[in-house]
């Protein structure tokens, strides 16, 4: 079981907005350290999709955005589309752990 | 571009030794300041992260791993290598290799290879 918490679950129609919360502590996102999100689309492997709680790498779309707030970070996709049908993940740092990375639990995004 | 791949036997007996290489091309793996880093994910499951090795050697372990675990780089090769000991059936999964951005703390994977099966079983 993870630090960070994940629905297991989102959905929603094509071109609605939904969002995907990772819920910590104070000994990881409360304590200031960046959240970074991944999309893993069946079969492949992960993708960088926000680094630095809101930044985005070259060639993701805009539609994808990242913020943080105490304990938690949310990712948001706005303008649902059928590609974006994936496994989520948000990823950061526990202090209590003694490990660099942890990540979330990770969320399936089903685009209805 | 950076490109990871991750290459090693898909099938491993229990107690034994998991042995996998992430081979890099593109670029490198002695330029800039970078992790490189194994995660896992068994079927079905979310993300494990394994450990990494800098650039310039000194590694890091996730705590519920570390006596088993061994990352290694091979410079000449432009490789770097996985060693994970007395595997049970719990370590079955996906094996990923990935480069991390040493820029932000905790480091953000950038890239990553396309992932490799492996199968601890008799």
């Known amino acids: 079981q993870s630090v960070l918490t994940q629905p297991p679950s989102v959905s929603g129609a094509p071109g609605q907005r939904v969002t995907i919360s990772c819920t910590g502590s104070?000994?990881?996102?409360?304590?200031?350290?960046?959240v970074h999100w991944y999309q893993q689309l069946p079969g492949t492997a992960p993708k960088l999709l926000i680094y630095?709680?809101?930044n985005r790498p070259s060639g993701v779309p805009d539609r994808f955005s990242g913020s943080k707030s105490g304990t938690s970070a949310s990712l948001a996709i706005a303008g649902l589309q059928p590609e974006d049908e994936a496994d989520y993940y948000c990823?950061?740092?526990?202090?209590?752990?003694?490990?660099?990375?942890?990540f979330g639990t990770g969320t399936k995004v089903t685009v209805l | 571009q950076v490109q990871l791949q991750e290459s090693g036997p898909g099938l491993v007996k229990p107690s034994q030794t998991l042995s996998l290489t992430c081979t890099v091309s593109g670029g490198s793996i002695s330029s800039g300041s970078y992790y490189w880093s194994w995660i896992r994910q068994p079927a079905g499951k979310g993300l494990e992260w394994i450990g990494r090795i800098y650039t310039r050697g000194s590694t890091n372990y996730n705590p519920s791993l570390k006596s088993r675990v061994t990352i290694s780089v091979d410079t000449s090769k432009n490789q770097f290598s996985l060693k994970l000991s007395s595997v049970t059936a719990a370590d079955t999964a996906v094996y990923y290799c990935?480069?991390?951005?040493?820029?932000?703390?905790?480091?953000?994977?950038?890239?990553w290879g396309q992932g490799t099966m492996v199968t601890v079983s008799s």
């Open positions: 104070s000994s990881n996102i409360g304590a200031g350290y960046d």
């Open positions: 630095g709680n809101s």
């Open positions: 990935a480069r991390a951005i040493v820029v932000v703390v905790p480091e953000a994977f950038d890239i």
């Open positions: 990823q950061s740092y526990d202090s209590s752990l003694g490990a660099p990375s942890v």
